[in-house]
Every structure is written in C-alpha cells, then in structure tokens.
C-alpha cells in the first residue's frame, strides 16, 4: 500500500479533527484544546519516530538503544499516570522490563518471528506498550482504591498486618481490573474489532492467514507481558501504599 498524497492526508485529517471538535463542542465538553493539542503533539511525534525507525533499521545495531530509550518514556509515563512520585520510577520500570521480557524472549528465541530490526521493533514497541499501560492500570487502581478503603487497610496494620498484607485485597483487584482490556481484546479479536497488526499487514499486502497468524502472537505477547507487568506492580507498589495513605504528604 502506498501513502496517500499529503493534500489528500490532509483533508482527511482535517475532516476528522473538524468532527472530533464539532462534537465536543456540541456536548459542551472542554477538552478541545487538549485534542488539538493531542494531533499536533501526535504528528510531530510520528515524524521523529518514523526517521528515527527508519535509521534504526538502517543501522540493525541501534534496536537495543531505542528499546531502552522507549522502557524510559514508557515508566516515565507509568510513574506520572500513577501519581506516586519519583521514587516509583524504579519499581515500575522493573515491572515493565519484566512483562516485556517475558514476552519478547520466547517469540524470539522460539523462531516465530525472525530477528531482524524490521520484526523486532515494532513487535517489541507493541509489548513494551502493553506493559505500560498495565502498569499504569494496576498502579492507579491500587493506589485509588487503598484510598477509598483506607479505613479498612488501617484496621488491617492495626491488627499487625504488614502494609504489603493490609492492601492484599486491593492489589488482587487492580490486577484483575487492569487486565480486563487485554482479555476483551483478545476474547474479541476479528468478532467485535481488528486489531491493528491485522489489519496493517492486510493493507500491506499479506495474506488474511499470515495476518492471522502474527496478530494471535501479538494478542497473547500483549496478554502474558501485561499479566507479568501487572502482578510486578502490584507487588512491588503495595508496600508503599499499604504503609501509608496514598496522597497523604499532599492533603
């Protein structure tokens, strides 16, 4: 598939940046100025990462790099989505680095994807990107709910539990909730939506069996790195939440 012309992409892109902001504009809803800010910000990026992938695969040897470089953004969005501070970075960064590691390994290792800049990156960014958002998802439920149900926890210490012991229930909770995208995704997969490496390597001229077949891998890597992220956040943050109520220093 060849990209469309640029006057063309932008009159497409216009059109929907015009309903996104007509309809937010109708529903009264001010975030329009976050939206605008969301494309612009959303274009620019695009383009560094698309030179930036482009000499990656120019120079195989730098995919290590760019990988660590996108764990550092990913637990550096993990770290202010979740709201605990700086002294979260490291926890977070070890839980993503885990649920990445535990998927990419195999695939790789297995053969079932060749090991070529080309395959890994992009397959890695995916991963890495689902481990991040399950890390943010566990951190930000846990640490809403050891708010909400502060009282119970501090029963809990108060009878000598340890704060890791105290949040138990709720750290259970966030992973589970926090998995619940990944699992409807994977449930719902050609039935309700097709996901996007399907329908990327269809445009790019594979076949719907050879699409078929990369997209199940990417749908259970995403599953087994975000349960792996997950559980490795809840464990490492919930000393820390258990120990002292979240937002404590800031009330």
């Not at 990988?67 to 969005?77: E, I, K, P, Q, R």
């Not at 951190?139 to 909400?148: I, K, M, P, Q």
């Not at 138990?168 to 699992?183: D, H, M």
């Amino acid at each position: 598939m060849t990209a469309a012309p640029v006057g063309q992409l932008a009159i497409a892109l216009s059109a929907l940046l015009a309903i996104t902001l007509a309809t937010l504009t109708l529903a009264r809803v001010d975030v329009r100025r976050d939206a605008v800010v969301a494309v612009a910000r959303a274009a620019v990026q695009l383009t560094v990462v698309a030179l930036l992938i482009g000499w990656v695969f120019r120079h195989p040897g730098a995919t290590a790099l760019y990988l660590a470089l996108m764990l550092g953004a990913a637990t550096w969005t993990s770290m202010r989505r979740i709201g605990l501070g700086p002294t979260s970075f490291a926890p977070l960064l070890l839980a993503i680095c885990a649920g990445a590691t535990a998927a990419i390994v195999p695939v790789l290792a297995s053969g079932a994807l060749p090991t070529r800049a080309e395959t890994v990156v992009p397959f890695s960014a995916q991963i890495i990107g689902g481990a991040m958002t399950a890390a943010s998802l566990t951190g930000g439920r846990l640490r809403d709910d050891v708010t909400a149900e502060w009282g119970i926890v501090e029963g809990w210490l108060a009878l000598g539990a340890t704060p890791r012991a105290a949040v138990a229930v709720q750290a259970r909770r966030a992973v589970a909730r926090s998995l619940v995208p990944a699992l409807d995704q994977t449930r719902n997969a050609g039935i309700v939506v097709l996901p996007g490496a399907f329908v990327g390597l269809l445009l790019g001229g594979a076949s719907p069996a050879e699409a078929a077949q990369v997209q199940l891998l990417v749908l259970v890597g995403l599953l087994a790195a975000e349960s792996v992220a997950a559980v490795v956040t809840a464990s490492l943050l919930a000393g820390r939440v258990g120990a002292k109520r979240p937002g404590a220093d800031r009330a």
